[in-house]
């Protein structure tokens, strides 16, 4: 029995569609509306057989141009959207339309797939929002990616290499941080970002990690990251980090030593990841003809610092030869006042902001105490009593200079506790020794300046002890948060005589801020034009004398 042909394979017949007959029939279409029921058989409906082939070509055009207009409607159509755009002739038993109806379905399809992708959309944000408020991150910029759940989500949203993965878990990192969530999804996405987190917030995985994801290992002469340090321990600390969590892959991960940058021949080096600190890669740059127009990936670690009076020109000369109009730039630290991060926001273009906690303030996990010492004479005092009621090492000792740091070492060498101190003067490999007898607990106690303030990660420090009155807020964020590191818990003391007192306002509205009770009086100290403040200070070793 010849079968009869229905509404639909009408609708589909293309040329031989006599639209005045189905008027009604378009009327529904257009409105949505089912059909009530079969409309009746027509003699005009295309015969089987050699209507076939026209049938097709319809066919294929009507779906060309539903792919068209489906593109145009925002590029983010699915496949699926496409098939689930057709169920609905499916539904009315539909098998074929000429190019008229497909345009109407394609246009209600068009509106479903848009509200659809709408509620995605705002399902996403809202998911985004849940996750930010739950680690307190706070964003500023447009279309931020969602921050990450898990690192599990390095794979599922980002393709993330299997040897990167295991080097994590390797290395005992189970969760992201509240600042490796939000800044690793923005710098996946090609974003520039300035990233200001808590000391010990894991920052540097931050930027490590993406720019691992990122870059390829590659050949000779060719690097592409760079990342900025202020001091020479930090960068030979990120180098280290960043080995780290590359092994496996045949990345060419260099520190920036004096040698390197006076004889350095970088032509020949297989670099792919410089780590520097401002002045050496700018000596390299001019004197060695270090090229950097092919560096993918900048960061600025410590930015606060590194643009510090002194070296912004330095900053501003490197930034310049990292000429690469794709490149990204990053900036992290846990402190970032408003004068750095409008100067940052010359150099970067559609950057995201990224606060995690409260700008500016201490990391939680520090019992912050501030004790009134009276005089220079008071202090050290103070300090012995300190180391004998309970001396948990390994402990940090900072003072405001190298000839301070010098005087209290030689006060205290002949005590019964094992000390060392690191500064300036001291050649870069008895920096790294000092350093490495803290970590492993050869040494109890270091005094140092403030050249070990930043970034260094020394897991235990149990205590922070600031000898010296610090000479900013920023400064004393900094300092104690050597201690309280990676979730652990610390204690940070801070020292003050009469000269420190008109200072103290800043500090005590750290405390505050972090939780810590303060006397009010401290909080209620006029303002002082001058954020910083270094104090004249009586020599150490001339208590001594006097004794
Ligand atoms: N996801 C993680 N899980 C557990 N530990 C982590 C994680 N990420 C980093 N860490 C550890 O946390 C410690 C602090 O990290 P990091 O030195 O990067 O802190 P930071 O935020 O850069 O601090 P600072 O402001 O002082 O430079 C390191 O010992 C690091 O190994």
Not at 60 to 71: E, I, P, R, T, Y
Not at 362 to 384: C, Y
Not at 424 to 452: H, P, Y
Request: charged share 30%.
């Amino acid at each position: 029995m010849e079968e009869k042909p229905s509404l639909s394979s009408a609708l589909f017949a293309g040329t031989r569609f006599d639209r005045k007959r189905f008027a009604g029939d378009i009327a529904r279409f257009r409105t949505g509306a089912q059909p009530a029921a079969p409309a009746p058989p027509t003699p005009d409906a295309a015969p089987p057989g050699p209507e076939k082939k026209r049938k097709r070509k319809s066919k294929a055009n009507a779906k060309k141009n539903s792919k068209k207009k489906k593109k145009r409607a925002d590029g983010a159509a699915s496949a699926s959207d496409v098939v689930e755009g057709f169920s609905v002739f499916k539904g009315a038993e539909a098998k074929e339309a000429t190019e008229e109806s497909v345009e109407v379905v394609v246009r209600e399809d068009e509106d479903s797939a848009v509200v659809r992708r709408r509620k995605e959309a705002e399902r996403e944000i809202e998911r985004a929002a849940i996750l930010r408020k739950r680690y307190d991150i706070h964003i500023s910029g447009h279309n931020v990616p969602a921050p990450l759940e898990s690192f599990e989500e390095l794979v599922s949203r980002y393709d993330c290499d299997s040897y990167l993965v295991g080097n994590l878990s390797k290395l005992g990192f189970q969760e992201p941080t509240p600042i490796q969530r939000q800044a690793i999804s923005i710098l996946l996405s090609g974003r520039e970002c300035f990233a200001c987190a808590p000391t010990g917030s894991g920052k540097t995985l931050a930027f490590l990690l993406p720019m691992l994801m990122k870059i390829k290992p590659g050949s000779k002469g060719c690097v592409k990251a760079v990342i900025l340090c202020p001091t020479r321990e930090l960068a030979a600390q990120t180098t280290r980090e960043c080995k780290k969590l590359a092994k496996g892959r045949k990345f060419g991960v260099k520190l920036m030593t004096k040698d390197l940058s006076q004889d350095g021949n970088f032509k020949d080096m297989h670099c792919d990841i410089l780590v520097s600190t401002p002045l050496r890669l700018d000596h390299a740059i001019r004197k060695r003809d270090l090229d950097l127009s092919r560096v993918e990936y900048l960061v600025l670690d410590e930015s606060d610092k590194l643009f510090e009076l002194g070296f912004v020109e330095v900053i501003d000369s490197i930034v310049k030869a990292c000429s690469n109009p794709s490149i990204i730039r990053s900036l992290f630290s846990a402190t970032l006042p408003e004068t750095i991060e409008a100067l940052a926001r010359t150099i970067m273009h559609d950057a995201v902001r990224i606060i995690v906690g409260r700008k500016n303030s201490a990391s939680s996990m520090i019992k912050q105490k501030l004790i009134f010492a009276g005089t220079e004479r008071g202090k050290l005092i103070a300090l012995r009593q300190s180391f004998a009621e309970s001396l948990n090492p390994p402990v940090l000792v900072f003072v405001q200079s190298k000839e301070r740091a010098k005087e209290l070492y030689r006060e205290l060498v002949y005590d019964d506790i094992r000390v060392d101190v690191i500064h300036g003067d001291l050649t870069e490999e008895q920096r790294q020794d000092a350093v490495d007898n803290l970590r492993a607990g050869k040494s109890w106690v270091l005094i140092a300046t403030e050249v070990l303030a930043r970034g260094m990660d020394f897991k235990g420090v149990n205590c922070v002890i600031n000898y010296d009155f610090p000479e900013s807020a920023s400064a004393y964020i900094h300092r104690i948060g050597r201690s309280g590191r990676a979730g652990r818990s610390g204690e940070a003391i801070t020292f003050f005589t009469e000269e420190d007192k008109p200072f103290l306002r800043n500090i005590a509205n750290v405390l505050v801020s972090s939780g810590c009770e303060v006397p009010s009086w401290m909080v209620a100290l006029p303002k002082l034009k001058s954020r910083k403040h270094r104090v004249d200070r009586d020599r150490i070793s001339f208590l001594t004398d006097e004794d």
